[in-house]
T-cell receptor
Framework: GQQVMQIPQYQHVQEGEDFTTYCNSS?????IQWYKQRPGGHPVFLIQ?????EVKKQKRLTFQFGEAKKNSSLHITATQTTDVGTYFC??????????FGTGTRLKVLA | GAGVSQSPSNKVTEKGKDVELRCDPI?????LYWYRQSLGQGLEFLIY????????KSGLPSDRFSAERTGGSVSTLTIQRTQQEDSAVYLC???????????FGDGTRLSIL
């Protein structure tokens, strides 16, 4: 069945360092969504990518969708303590079902 | 409403009992999802509703799990004869359509003793 792998599983960075999480699907995706979940909270929508090769930016966050629409990445520039949480990608592949990645847990050390 | 509302927020019950979890989606949202999240894990898809119909029930773990949605709004997830492995946070999300952003509720934390 369809799988969405996400790496790394954990990442500890010093405040001010950059951070990147990668998402890889076994099948071509119609779109991909990214969510952030703070400890004890629920996932919060960040962005959706639809087009092949699409790049979107939100302040310090840069999101990319691969040319083959099977992979995506989230890059955070100059992390802050407010960036702490788990980042999930969720891929939609031809059905109504979103397959969530395993998540990357980010810790930022002040 | 302002957001997705789920109730109860916490539920502790004994093994073998039935439980019913409720989700009030954002008004006007056609798409509704149920997910399950175990401690420190990702989200496991359970079921999707488009309006009142459920074209995709493929994620329901067993026939002890069922869900319905009435009036294109409120949804309930029912687990019969609960088992300890059912312990998890059950999250509901709604969206304007299936390919639109999902808005999550705070979840129901279910603990089976």
């Amino acid at each position: 069945g369809q799988q969405v792998m996400q790496i790394p599983q954990y990442q500890h960075v010093q405040e001010g360092e950059d951070f990147t999480t990668y998402c890889n699907s076994s099948t071509t995706l119609s779109n991909i969504q990214w969510y952030k979940q703070r400890p004890g909270g629920h996932p919060v929508f960040l962005i959706q990518l639809v087009k092949s090769g699409e790049v979107k930016k939100q302040k310090r966050l840069t999101f990319q969708f691969g040319e083959a629409k099977k992979n995506s990445s989230l890059h955070i520039t100059a992390t802050q303590t407010t960036d702490v949480g788990t980042y999930f990608c969720a891929g939609l592949s031809g059905t109504y079902k979103y397959i969530f990645g395993t998540g990357t847990r980010l810790k930022v050390l002040a | 409403g302002a957001g997705v509302s789920q109730s109860p927020s916490n539920k502790v019950t004994e093994k073998g009992k039935d439980v019913e979890l409720r989700c009030d989606p954002i008004s006007g949202h056609t798409a509704l999802y149920w997910y399950r999240q175990s401690l420190g894990q990702g989200l496991e898809f359970l079921i999707y509703f488009q309006g009142n119909s459920a074209p995709d029930k493929s994620g329901l773990p067993s026939d002890r799990f069922s869900a319905e949605r009435t009036g294109g709004s409120v949804s309930t997830l029912t687990i019969q004869r609960t088992q300890q492995e059912d312990s998890a946070v059950y999250l509901c999300a709604s969206g304007a359509w299936y390919n639109q952003p999902q808005h999550f509720g705070d979840g129901t934390r279910l603990s089976i003793l």
